[in-house]
């Protein structure tokens, strides 16, 4: 269905916890000299515990592997060092390998960046030397979401520089900054995909910016991407039954009129206070804000306005039922920004929006259809609306 993520949403929230004994063949590398490699001296690389150069002793002229796998240090000061290996290779006796079963549950790459993450955490540093055995190993409990998703994430850090820089996400301009940077975003996307950040109320825009392109939205409060102001008290006495800009406040129609305005028009306002206090509507025309009208912006270019507009309007039941005051019902700004939305890109924001604004326009155009014809387009418009990214939790 047009605006139904529930596909996506259930895919990206359920990762399976799995063991790597479960996902994996586990191995050991053989001992390899130096004397053996320079009696057999060839083309392919003979992977040691060591971290410079790519783990790389030399080259002779056999191999042991072939293909995709993930080899890891398991003795002395590099222990836990995790690496990705693709084509011809051997492996030392310091080094441990894996080989996944099955490559249609289980993304090589992304496994071996869940892994650089993680696996140092099960070093035994007992007795002056480092160790993460085989048994150690396997027993590591990783949690692995759909494939799709481990691939997306496999491409985003595999073009790490080029998506940051179609996303205007800046990096540092030295090496070893863009490495820290590349790590902790790793970090992000591999967390996200395991549910294990999905909490946080912190998001920087960097991080909404690449959560949004790999997962394809991202559950946010919306304190995140808003700012409310409120209007500025307008007396009755000054307000006019006509004149050149409607003055909000806290009900359904205008309080009035009165010849300035204080906010320029396509703004979305909320009431604030009264009876009304939660109705939600949008400004086409130069306006008066009074003291119980709340003025809703954009704060970081992260949401199409619109956008915003037609699910604060899918929201208005909930706001009016969080009305508060014994005396005159009001609406706290918190209560609004507590609100949490399932925030896709700006590109599927566009699309959502331009079909729910030609439902919204035939609606309110009353010199189009006929009157079964309206009502059936208004039955379709709140269809559409009561969907926008009403993800089945």
């Not at 909930?318 to 590109?347: C, R, V, W």
Request: proline share 3%; with cysteine.
């Amino acid at each position: 269905m047009l605006l139904d993520f529930k596909d996506k949403k259930e895919a990206a929230s359920n990762p399976v916890s799995f063991k790597i004994k479960d996902i994996c063949l586990i191995s050991r590398g053989v001992v390899i000299s130096k004397k053996i490699i320079f009696e057999n001296q060839g083309i392919y690389p003979v992977y040691s515990s060591q971290t410079v150069n790519d783990g790389i002793l030399g080259y002779i002229n056999k191999f042991s592997h072939e293909g995709e796998y993930i080899t890891w240090t398991t003795d002395g000061a590099y222990a836990g060092s995790v690496f990705y290996r693709n084509g011809k290779f051997n492996i030392t006796n310091v080094c441990g390998i894996l080989e996944v079963k099955d490559k249609n549950l289980v993304n090589v790459k992304y496994l071996s960046y869940v892994l650089s993450k993680n696996a140092k955490k099960y070093v035994n540093t007992g007795m002056g030397n480092p160790k993460l055995m085989s048994n150690t190993m396997s027993e590591i409990e990783v949690l692995i979401p759909d494939i799709k998703t481990q691939e997306k994430i496999v491409y985003i850090l595999e073009n790490f520089e080029k998506i940051c820089e179609d996303l205007i996400i800046g990096l540092p301009a030295e090496i070893e900054g863009r490495k820290k940077q590349f790590e902790y975003y790793r970090d992000l996307l591999i967390n996200f995909s395991q549910e294990r950040e999905r909490e946080r109320e912190d998001y920087s825009i960097e991080e909404i910016k690449l959560i949004q392109f790999a997962f394809g939205f991202l559950t946010i409060k919306l304190q995140n991407i808003i700012y409310i102001n409120i209007g500025k008290q307008l007396n009755k006495d000054k307000l006019l039954p006509l004149g050149a800009y409607a003055v909000i406040n806290g009900g359904v129609e205008p309080s009035g009129y009165w010849n300035n305005f204080n906010y320029t028009k396509d703004k979305i306002t909320i009431s604030q206070g009264g009876a009304s206090a939660g109705f939600v509507s949008w400004q086409d025309k130069n306006f008066w804000a009074g003291a119980h009208c709340y003025i809703v912006f954009d704060k970081n270019k992260l949401i199409n306005y619109k956008y915003l507009y037609h699910f604060l309007k899918n929201k208005e039941n909930f706001l009016m039922n969080n009305q508060h005051g014994a005396g005159i019902p009001a609406l706290s700004k918190e209560i609004i920004y507590d609100i949490e939305i399932d925030l896709p890109t700006l590109e599927k924001q566009n699309e959502i929006v331009s079909i729910l604004d030609k439902f919204e326009t035939l609606c309110n155009d009353l010199n189009k259809g006929l009157p079964a014809e309206i009502a059936y387009r208004k039955q379709q418009y709140d269809y559409y609306l009561n969907l926008l990214l009403k993800f089945e939790k």
